[in-house]
C-alpha cells in the first residue's frame, strides 16, 4: 500500500514511515499542507493520507491539516471518496475534532 505520512515534525514523520516501511508500505512524506498536496496532484497512487491535525500547510499560515483534507475533498473529490484520511494529533484545540469529524469518519489517531 502507499500511504503519504504528513507531519511538520521530522521525527515524528520519519518514526511514523520507518514503522509503516517495516509493514511492507510505500511510504511517501511531507512535511506541510503545501508539500502534501503538490505529492497529492503527482502521484495518484496514493492510497492512504495520515496528516497531523496541527500540521501547518505554510510557516504561520494558521493552515492545518484540516485545511488539507478540505483542499484535498474539494480538488480530488472522486479520489477523496477512496482514498482514505486519517488526522493524528498530540492534542486537539477548540472545535477541531468536530471540524474533522465533518471531513472524514475515520478514527482520529493519538500521538503520544
Known amino acids: 500500500m502507499k500511504i503519504l505520512v504528513v507531519d511538520d515534525e521530522t521525527l515524528i514523520r520519519d518514526v511514523i514511515s520507518m514503522m509503516l516501511h517495516n509493514l511492507g508500505h510505500e511510504v511517501q512524506t511531507a512535511s506541510s499542507g503545501h508539500d502534501a498536496m503538490r505529492t497529492l496532484e503527482r502521484d495518484l497512487d496514493i492510497e492512504v493520507i495520515l496528516t ?5 500547510s505554510e510557516p504561520g499560515s494558521g493552515d492545518d491539516g484540516i485545511w ?3 483542499k484535498f475533498n474539494r480538488i480530488f473529490s ?16 477548540d472545535g477541531q475534532e468536530e471540524k474533522m469529524r465533518t471531513l472524514t469518519l475515520n478514527p482520529i489517531i493519538h500521538k503520544p
Open 52 to 56: 497531523d491535525v496541527n500540521c501547518p
Open 68 to 70: 488539507l483534507a478540505e
Open 78 to 93: 472522486g479520489r477523496a471518496k477512496t482514498t482514505p484520511l486519517f488526522f493524528m494529533t498530540g492534542g486537539l484545540k
